[in-house]
Structures are given as structure tokens and as C-alpha cells.
């Protein structure tokens, strides 16, 4: 998902000693449905677990535009859902929101 880190936490760590950095990130795109235009945006909360990663998301900084790939898992409590990212590209805003599946 091509998005734009809109809040950045601290880095904490597991109960299994790995390094974890909260944040949330932000879409905006246009796809089409039914034949017409149709704009897409979300806000989303996510988490990077490991240190390389996470000091690569803070890299990034707050407004920072990236590729953020991963996966969408229930929050711990139970209540909502959130993306951990598993991989970043760091890019611009005007990279296309799907990547390239080769």
C-alpha cells in the first residue's frame, strides 16, 4: 500500500525482547468501480516488529511517503485491526498504490 506516515511512536520492545514502533499511515488514491472514478482514503493503525525496520520507518519521518507492504491482523483486544508492516520502499506520492507483483 503506497501510503504517507501520518504519526510516528516510540520504539518499545515484546515481552520476547524484540523492538516494536507504533505508528499510522495514510492512503489516498482513485481506482475505479463499476466503470466510474471512485476516491479511496484511510487511515490506518500499524506496527513494525524488529530493529532494522523500525529504525527504517523512523528514517522515514512523519509525512515521509513509502510502499508499505505487510498484513492486516486483529488488534490484541480484540477491537479493530492492524497493518503490520513487514517491508518498506521509501517513494513519493505519485508512485502507483499497487505494486509491481514481479
Given at each position: 500500500m503506497?501510503?504517507?506516515?501520518?504519526?510516528?511512536?516510540?520504539?518499545?520492545?515484546?515481552?520476547?525482547?524484540?523492538?516494536?514502533?507504533?505508528?499510522?499511515?495514510?492512503?489516498?488514491?482513485?481506482?475505479?468501480?463499476?466503470?466510474?472514478?471512485?476516491?479511496?482514503?484511510?487511515?490506518?493503525?500499524?506496527?513494525?516488529?524488529?530493529?532494522?525496520?523500525?529504525?527504517?520507518?523512523?528514517?522515514l519521518g512523519v509525512g515521509g511517503h513509502a510502499l508499505f507492504e505487510g498484513f492486516i491482523a486483529a488488534m490484541r483486544n480484540g477491537r479493530g485491526t492492524i497493518f503490520h508492516v513487514t517491508e518498506l520502499t521509501p517513494g513519493s506520492a505519485a508512485t502507483s498504490s499497487v505494486a509491481n507483483p514481479d
Open positions: 503506497q501510503a504517507q506516515l501520518l504519526e510516528l511512536g516510540l520504539i518499545r520492545y515484546t515481552p520476547a525482547g524484540q523492538a516494536a514502533l507504533d505508528f499510522s499511515l495514510k492512503h489516498e488514491s482513485q481506482v475505479t468501480e463499476a466503470g466510474r472514478p471512485r476516491r479511496v482514503s484511510l487511515e490506518i493503525k500499524s506496527v513494525a516488529i524488529g530493529s532494522e525496520l523500525c529504525k527504517r520507518v523512523q528514517a
